[in-house]
Every structure is written in C-alpha cells, then in structure tokens.
C-alpha cells in the first residue's frame, strides 16, 4: 500500500457520458478492415494498456480527519465489459467504490466491445500518482519503465508553477522516446488554449472530437515548451474528448499489434528493431514515431460519419471545412482538427504495406514505393551532413489521387545514465517534408 499525499498537481476529469456502445466503428473505417481482414483483424491482443484517471471522488477511508481521503479512480471491475480483464490498481488506493468515468472510458480503450477487446491486461493509476512515485517520479530519479506500450489520458491538469510543468512534460516525453511508451493525451472539451498537461508535450498525441468544440493551442511553459503549437493533432466522432481519446488509443493498439506480430514489415538496413527499458523488443513498424504518423497520415481530412456521436441527442458532426482561411497552419495541418479524423482503415495499411526505404538506404529509388507503407530512420543528420536528405519517388497515374504524408520527430530528452538522475535537457530538431 502506497501513502497518498493530496498534491498540489491539480488534475480534472474531462466530461465523460458513460459507456456509450453506439456503432462509431464504421465511420472510422474499423468496419471495412474488419470485413476486409476477417479472422485476421488485429484486436490489441498482447498489448499492455496503461490507464490514467483523476478522482472523481474522495473517500474518508478511516474517520480521521488528520489523514487523507482515498482517491475514487479505478474503473468496475464487475462491469460486464471487462469480463475476462486483469485490471491492476498501480497506486494501491482500492476502497470499493468506482468511477463511472474510468469505466466508460476503459470500456472503449479495452471493453469487450472496444475495437481493442484483446487487450487483457490493464495498470489503473490515480493521476496525482502517476505523476509521482507512482512512474514519472516527479522530484527524484528516472521515471519507472514498464511493459505498457499504450497510456490514456481522458483528464487535463493545470500547474501554475512552470517550472514543474516542464519537468513532468519532459518526463512524459522521456517515456514516450525512450520506451516506446504511446501517451494518448485528451484536449478539454471547452475552447480556448489547452492546459499544460499533458498536451503541451511534444511527443504525446494530443486527442480532440469531430465537431472541433475543444481547446486548441498550446500555452507557454518555458523555451522549449512555447505557446502557439497544434493541438489538437487527431480527432474522433465522440461528443467528448474523453470518449475520443481511448478510441484513437484503441486504434493504435491495433497497429502496434500488426507491426510486431510480423518482423518482416521493418527493413530499415541499419536498424529494424530496438529494446526498451523493460527489455521489450520493438520493431520499426511499431515504434512510437511510426505508430503517430501512420495514425495522422491515415486520418480524414473530410468525413462522411453516419453515427451520431452521442447516446442521446442524435447529433452527426462532420468535418467539412478543413484548413479553411482561417484555420491554416504552416505545417500543413487544422488548428481544430489537426490531421483530421482517425481512420483506422487507413493506418493500418500503412503498417501492413511494411517499411519504404529511401532511395539514400537502398529502397526502392526510381522504380517507386507502394501506395501504403512508412520508413523509419533511425539516425538522421549524419556526421558532416551525411545522410541528411530521404528521397521516396512515386508516381500517382493518369488519375487524380490524394497524397497524405506525415513526418514524425521527437523532442530529444536527456534522461540521464543513472536511474537515479533526470537531467531533462531538450534538444528540438528541424526537419522538413517535400513534394
């Protein structure tokens, strides 16, 4: 049992309308990869999912007054969805009392009726433990590894202290770079500009809803965390960003799962694999980078939703006006809408096509990539300038086609070579994509 402390981090559950079952999946291309893959549709098994919760209630625990009130975060175990589920309470604050929130979000990241209803194996955290001891480990050493490739994040969280609003972002985004660690990160459901956490990091994907009513824009934290960048990145036809959030997590436990069931989709002819902290294999098809871009690059920059994105009101929303006059942005993405709504149809086909080498790394050069496919490279730059350009030639016919393309880097962090130190020191690289 862990001793929980009422920190001064401040954490908030964004709206959530409980375990909505309505059938968003088509509208989002699940249905067509389903019908289309059959008995060999991907459904997250294997994955280890990681959900992060904020109270949504306390507990007097004790009758002492002097001694603080236990968190309610955890989702329902009993509830029907996550029947065969292995739900691990991470900090240890149990009381028997669960969250409505948690649970309707866990029933769309992992429930049996979620995209990703192979995933078995969930870690549950209070977020005000998550940020401490409980894994980032604000104020101490390295943050902790794990075997969890995905987090969820259905809550946003405000520090007025900059100072440790940047150490957790660098530590979130440690993770990510480190340990291949995804962190699905939900915008509020209000507009205006983000709070800092954890959209404001980097290498997070920042998840908003359809009808593009949620905050945009990132605050300033300090030099490395400036204001003004894109977030939102993704969205999903959810009337919450609560809801939206674990069906993009759900999507990308699909794709995690394609690209490392199949060694053979990683060719990069340096590197095709990595090993994390935990000691966990990653292959080029399923590292976090590739996993983010095949998943905006996939997106839809126009919809044709069928299903209302409520329980209750009947409401369809669509994205009809992307990158209008006044959402614009100069790399190429929505202010509202950032890469458009998730396609797991789509991005998924960019992973199964298999990695696309450069001409530079003896790819396929002039004869062409494939319509689908990534690349990963896994040291870009090069010593004097070497290496510092990939060429990829196509060729798109006689017809008119569409070209999505998305290029993915992370904010490099210094975490330090002992576990018992966090520099956290950032390097932001530039790189830039043209056609």
């Given at each position: 049992m862990k001793l929980l402390v009422?920190?001064?981090?401040?954490?908030?559950?964004?709206?959530?309308?409980?375990l909505l079952l309505a059938d968003y999946k088509a509208d989002i291309g699940y249905?067509?990869?389903?019908?289309?893959?059959?008995?060999?549709?991907?459904?997250?098994?294997?994955?280890?999912?990681?959900?992060?919760e904020a109270a949504t209630s306390y507990v007097d625990h004790d009758n002492n007054p002097s001694t603080p009130d236990w968190p309610i975060?955890?989702?329902?175990?009993?509830?029907?969805?996550?029947?065969?589920?292995?739900?691990?309470?991470?900090?240890?604050?149990?009381?028997?009392t669960y969250s409505g929130h948690a649970t309707g979000v866990g029933g769309l990241l992992y429930g049996n009726y979620s995209m990703a209803s192979g995933i078995n194996s969930i870690h549950a955290y209070w977020a005000d433990d998550w940020f401490q001891s409980g894994f980032l480990n604000y104020g101490a050493g390295q943050p902790q590894s794990s075997a969890s490739r995905i987090g969820n994040h259905s809550w946003v969280g405000n520090i007025t202290d900059l100072p440790i609003a940047s150490n957790l972002l660098r530590r979130m985004d440690w993770v990510i770079e480190t340990d291949e660690f995804l962190q699905f990160v939900g915008t509020r459901n209000s507009?205006?500009?983000?709070?800092?956490?954890?959209?404001?990091?980097?290498?997070?994907?920042?998840?908003?809803?359809?009808?593009?009513?949620?905050?945009?824009?990132?605050?300033?934290?300090?030099?490395?965390?400036?204001s003004g960048r894109i977030r939102t990145e993704i969205v999903a036809p959810k009337s919450t960003t609560s809801s939206a959030t674990p069906m993009v997590a759900a999507t990308a436990a699909l794709l995690i799962e394609t690209g490392h069931?199949?060694?053979?989709?990683?060719?990069?002819?340096?590197?095709?694999?990595?090993?994390?902290?935990?000691?966990?294999?990653?292959?080029?098809?399923?590292?976090?980078?590739?996993?983010?871009?095949?998943?905006?690059?996939?997106?839809?920059?126009?919809?044709?939703?069928?299903?209302?994105?409520?329980?209750?009101?009947?409401?369809?929303?669509?994205?009809?006006?992307?990158?209008?006059?006044?959402?614009q942005t100069t790399n190429g993405l929505d202010t509202r809408f950032g890469a458009g709504q998730v396609n797991a149809y789509n991005s998924y086909h960019i992973i199964a096509a298999g990695e696309q080498n450069s001409s530079q790394d003896g790819g396929a050069g002039s004869t062409g990539i494939g319509t689908f496919g990534f690349d990963y490279d896994p040291s870009f730059g090069g010593s004097s300038g070497s290496n510092n350009v990939a060429s990829y030639y196509f060729s798109t016919g006689p017809a008119p086609k569409i070209l999505s393309a998305s290029l993915l880097w992370h904010l490099d962090i210094d975490g330090g070579r002992r576990s018992n130190s966090f520099p956290g020191t950032a390097i932001f690289y530039d790189l830039e994509l043209y056609l």
């Amino acid at each position: 049992m862990k001793l929980l402390v009422r920190y001064s981090i401040a954490a908030f559950l964004i709206q959530h309308s409980g375990l909505l079952l309505a059938d968003y999946k088509a509208d989002i291309g699940y249905t067509k990869l389903a019908t289309e893959l059959g008995v060999n549709l991907p459904d997250g098994n294997g994955i280890l999912a990681t959900q992060v919760e904020a109270a949504t209630s306390y507990v007097d625990h004790d009758n002492n007054p002097s001694t603080p009130d236990w968190p309610i975060y955890l989702p329902d175990r009993n509830n029907t969805s996550f029947t065969g589920k292995l739900i691990t309470d991470m900090t240890g604050a149990e009381f028997g009392t669960y969250s409505g929130h948690a649970t309707g979000v866990g029933g769309l990241l992992y429930g049996n009726y979620s995209m990703a209803s192979g995933i078995n194996s969930i870690h549950a955290y209070w977020a005000d433990d998550w940020f401490q001891s409980g894994f980032l480990n604000y104020g101490a050493g390295q943050p902790q590894s794990s075997a969890s490739r995905i987090g969820n994040h259905s809550w946003v969280g405000n520090i007025t202290d900059l100072p440790i609003a940047s150490n957790l972002l660098r530590r979130m985004d440690w993770v990510i770079e480190t340990d291949e660690f995804l962190q699905f990160v939900g915008t509020r459901n209000s507009t205006g500009t983000n709070y800092n956490l954890f959209s404001a990091a980097y290498n997070v994907l920042a998840v908003g809803k359809t009808d593009g009513n949620h905050s945009t824009g990132s605050p300033y934290v300090d030099a490395n965390y400036p204001s003004g960048r894109i977030r939102t990145e993704i969205v999903a036809p959810k009337s919450t960003t609560s809801s939206a959030t674990p069906m993009v997590a759900a999507t990308a436990a699909l794709l995690i799962e394609t690209g490392h069931a199949d060694p053979g989709l990683s060719t990069d002819p340096v590197q095709t694999s990595t090993e994390n902290r935990n000691g966990n294999i990653i292959h080029n098809a399923e590292r976090s980078e590739v996993i983010k871009a095949a998943l905006l690059a996939g997106a839809d920059r126009y919809t044709k939703n069928q299903t209302p994105n409520t329980s209750t009101t009947g409401v369809i929303t669509n994205i009809t006006d992307y990158r209008s006059v006044n959402n614009q942005t100069t790399n190429g993405l929505d202010t509202r809408f950032g890469a458009g709504q998730v396609n797991a149809y789509n991005s998924y086909h960019i992973i199964a096509a298999g990695e696309q080498n450069s001409s530079q790394d003896g790819g396929a050069g002039s004869t062409g990539i494939g319509t689908f496919g990534f690349d990963y490279d896994p040291s870009f730059g090069g010593s004097s300038g070497s290496n510092n350009v990939a060429s990829y030639y196509f060729s798109t016919g006689p017809a008119p086609k569409i070209l999505s393309a998305s290029l993915l880097w992370h904010l490099d962090i210094d975490g330090g070579r002992r576990s018992n130190s966090f520099p956290g020191t950032a390097i932001f690289y530039d790189l830039e994509l043209y056609l």
